[in-house]
């Protein structure tokens, strides 16, 4: 087993030291300590244009820290920003999921696909994970710290660190390469098998323009700055102007005296001012809150369309939204899920399942090769409609896979031995004679082929049917024209019983209908 680990490469074709597991990196290498001990900078605070702009120059340079916390900022400070990503990031909950092996797998794959499952099915710390990985919706990359446990001949993970995407940098030759700050210019790069690294992608470019982090940024700039001066106008709009008079030859003390009453007198109500000192009292000072309202709303629209690709999940306004744009919109909301699930699940296979996979299974022989893991994102179609078609195009020849049918349906297949559902078995009807009714059943439940029951009818009806036709054969022999032979067969009515085979023949339907009936029911 030990020979086996030396050689076990990552995807990068890196080698996979399995003692360097024992502990997570950030604790074990000493120029990371001081990660554990850095405080955010908040750089929200007295943002200006200016400020966002070489913000995001440094980003774009590799030093990541502030653009990350101005994301942290804008979560916690813009209430619609958290709940519009809080809505995305939830959607990716509570998804079923399941380990695929390799195509064309051998038994030994799908077994060791079946006990990565189980693995996984088992851990505490995955639902906490999926979470924690959507935070790269709004930063761009998130990234987790692996913690193993060697136990009964199993390396498994038993818990994941969510890790301040502040501690991270980018290489200053390769722009999509994380490393961790510890201080030297390049980083230090991160451990194999140790870490979940996602990112998503919120538009094509280098590893620091992807979130939507930068797209958010300056409707929360341009929103701070119109609730600023909202909150300015409403503090002055509805209070009376206050003028202070104060009489010839004041000296400055008086002068600021009569100030401080001017500015004091309206949250207060009250005031003093020396002898011979006025204040009066004006309109209230005119004005309309619908601009800076306007500008509100014009930033949290911006913000919906970026984040769920419309407003009519979340901002309906009753005038120009309908039930049919809110339906459109929904299905953009459900596609843009789909979107991030499907990248979720690539680095799920990439970081969880390949490791777990090639550290202890024994189908594992190259990076190429292994079970990937797969979120159920597909919809269950329309039971009835489906149930209502799919027999009469199996009678048309098409060859239809039984796997096709519970995957639309998203029917599970029955394990070996476990117990399905089945239709239930009709009631025999009772008729006025059960004695003859139970002879035929009796005599069609024997095991009489098809050709039995023709020799049957064959021997019961063919004597009556050749006595008809003996008679017809001798007219016809004997007949001198077409007009005699007419006019002697017309004169064989009456003459050839035909009773007796009526009998026989009904017999026979009769006997042929209830053996349908039991062949039927004997295969259900």
């Given at each position: 087993m030990a020979t086996k680990h030396a050689q076990i490469v990552d995807k990068w074709g890196r080698p996979i030291e399995t003692h360097r597991l024992d502990e997570p990196q950030t604790?074990?290498?000493a120029r990371l300590a001081p990660l554990h001990r850095?405080?955010?900078?908040?750089?929200?605070?007295?943002?200006t244009p200016s400020k966002l702009a070489a913000l995001m120059r440094h980003a774009e340079q590799g030093d990541l820290k502030a653009q990350c916390e101005l994301a942290e900022d804008?979560?916690?400070?813009?209430?619609?920003?958290?709940?519009?990503?809080g809505k995305r990031r939830m959607a990716l909950q509570g998804i079923d999921w399941q380990i695929k092996p390799p195509r064309n797998a051998t038994a030994a794959e799908q077994r060791d696909a079946d006990m990565i499952q189980e693995l996984l099915e088992d851990a505490t710390w995955l639902e906490d994970a999926l979470f924690d990985l959507s935070d790269a919706t709004l930063k761009s990359f998130s990234n987790l710290e692996i913690h193993w446990t060697y136990q009964d001949s199993i390396h498994y993970i038993s818990d994941v660190s969510h890790r301040e995407p502040a501690w991270f940098q980018t290489h200053p030759d390769n722009r999509n390469q994380l490393m961790l700050r510890d201080g030297s210019y390049e980083g230090a790069p991160l451990q194999p098998f140790g870490w979940i690294q996602h990112t998503a992608k919120a538009k094509s470019g280098y590893l620091t323009r992807r979130g939507l982090v930068r797209v958010l940024a300056w409707p929360f700039l341009f929103k701070n700055y119109s609730v600023r001066d909202l909150a300015e106008f409403l503090e002055i709009y509805g209070l009376p102007i206050r003028l202070g008079k104060y009489?010839?030859?004041?000296?400055?003390?008086?002068?600021?005296?009569?100030?401080r009453a001017v500015m004091s007198i309206g949250h207060n109500a009250g005031?003093?001012?020396?002898?011979g000192m006025e204040i009066d009292f004006q309109n209230a000072a005119d004005g309309q809150s619908d601009p800076f309202m306007a500008m509100i709303n014009w930033c949290e629209k911006s913000q919906s369309k970026a984040i769920l690709g419309g407003t009519l999940t979340s901002q309906a306004d009753g005038k120009t939204s309908t039930n049919a744009l809110g339906n459109v919109h929904n299905e953009v909301r459900q596609e843009i899920r789909d979107f991030d699930l499907s990248r979720l699940a690539g680095t799920l296979t990439r970081d969880v399942v390949f490791p777990l996979y090639a550290l202890n299974c024994r189908s594992y022989q190259h990076p190429r090769r292994h079970p990937r893991f797969e979120?159920?994102?597909t919809e269950a179609e329309d039971l009835k409609h489906l149930s209502d078609s799919l027999p009469g195009l199996v009678t048309l020849g098409m060859k239809i896979p039984l796997q096709w049918a519970h995957d639309k349906t998203q029917i599970p297949m029955?394990?070996?031995?476990?117990?399905?559902l089945g239709a239930s078995q009709p009631e025999t009807p009772t008729t006025e004679n059960p004695v003859s009714q139970a002879d035929l059943k009796a005599r069609t439940r024997t095991p009489e082929t098809t050709d039995d029951q023709i020799n049957r009818l064959h021997q019961d009806a063919g004597p009556l049917v050749a006595n008809m036709t003996d008679s017809v054969?001798?007219?016809?022999?004997?007949?001198?024209?077409?007009?005699?032979?007419?006019?002697?067969?017309?004169?064989?009515?009456?003459q050839i019983p035909v009773d007796e085979l009526g009998d026989v023949m009904a017999r026979a339907m009769a006997a042929a209908e209830l053996a349908g009936i039991s062949d039927v029911q004997g295969q259900q």
């Amino acid at each position: 087993m030990a020979t086996k680990h030396a050689q076990i490469v990552d995807k990068w074709g890196r080698p996979i030291e399995t003692h360097r597991l024992d502990e997570p990196q950030t604790q074990t290498d000493a120029r990371l300590a001081p990660l554990h001990r850095q405080f955010a900078d908040h750089p929200s605070s007295g943002i200006t244009p200016s400020k966002l702009a070489a913000l995001m120059r440094h980003a774009e340079q590799g030093d990541l820290k502030a653009q990350c916390e101005l994301a942290e900022d804008m979560e916690e400070k813009d209430a619609h920003i958290q709940s519009e990503i809080g809505k995305r990031r939830m959607a990716l909950q509570g998804i079923d999921w399941q380990i695929k092996p390799p195509r064309n797998a051998t038994a030994a794959e799908q077994r060791d696909a079946d006990m990565i499952q189980e693995l996984l099915e088992d851990a505490t710390w995955l639902e906490d994970a999926l979470f924690d990985l959507s935070d790269a919706t709004l930063k761009s990359f998130s990234n987790l710290e692996i913690h193993w446990t060697y136990q009964d001949s199993i390396h498994y993970i038993s818990d994941v660190s969510h890790r301040e995407p502040a501690w991270f940098q980018t290489h200053p030759d390769n722009r999509n390469q994380l490393m961790l700050r510890d201080g030297s210019y390049e980083g230090a790069p991160l451990q194999p098998f140790g870490w979940i690294q996602h990112t998503a992608k919120a538009k094509s470019g280098y590893l620091t323009r992807r979130g939507l982090v930068r797209v958010l940024a300056w409707p929360f700039l341009f929103k701070n700055y119109s609730v600023r001066d909202l909150a300015e106008f409403l503090e002055i709009y509805g209070l009376p102007i206050r003028l202070g008079k104060y009489p010839e030859g004041a000296s400055e003390k008086e002068k600021m005296t009569l100030m401080r009453a001017v500015m004091s007198i309206g949250h207060n109500a009250g005031g003093i001012v020396p002898r011979g000192m006025e204040i009066d009292f004006q309109n209230a000072a005119d004005g309309q809150s619908d601009p800076f309202m306007a500008m509100i709303n014009w930033c949290e629209k911006s913000q919906s369309k970026a984040i769920l690709g419309g407003t009519l999940t979340s901002q309906a306004d009753g005038k120009t939204s309908t039930n049919a744009l809110g339906n459109v919109h929904n299905e953009v909301r459900q596609e843009i899920r789909d979107f991030d699930l499907s990248r979720l699940a690539g680095t799920l296979t990439r970081d969880v399942v390949f490791p777990l996979y090639a550290l202890n299974c024994r189908s594992y022989q190259h990076p190429r090769r292994h079970p990937r893991f797969e979120f159920d994102i597909t919809e269950a179609e329309d039971l009835k409609h489906l149930s209502d078609s799919l027999p009469g195009l199996v009678t048309l020849g098409m060859k239809i896979p039984l796997q096709w049918a519970h995957d639309k349906t998203q029917i599970p297949m029955a394990k070996d031995g476990e117990a399905v559902l089945g239709a239930s078995q009709p009631e025999t009807p009772t008729t006025e004679n059960p004695v003859s009714q139970a002879d035929l059943k009796a005599r069609t439940r024997t095991p009489e082929t098809t050709d039995d029951q023709i020799n049957r009818l064959h021997q019961d009806a063919g004597p009556l049917v050749a006595n008809m036709t003996d008679s017809v054969s001798e007219l016809v022999q004997n007949a001198t024209s077409l007009t005699q032979l007419r006019d002697d067969i017309l004169d064989l009515a009456g003459q050839i019983p035909v009773d007796e085979l009526g009998d026989v023949m009904a017999r026979a339907m009769a006997a042929a209908e209830l053996a349908g009936i039991s062949d039927v029911q004997g295969q259900q």
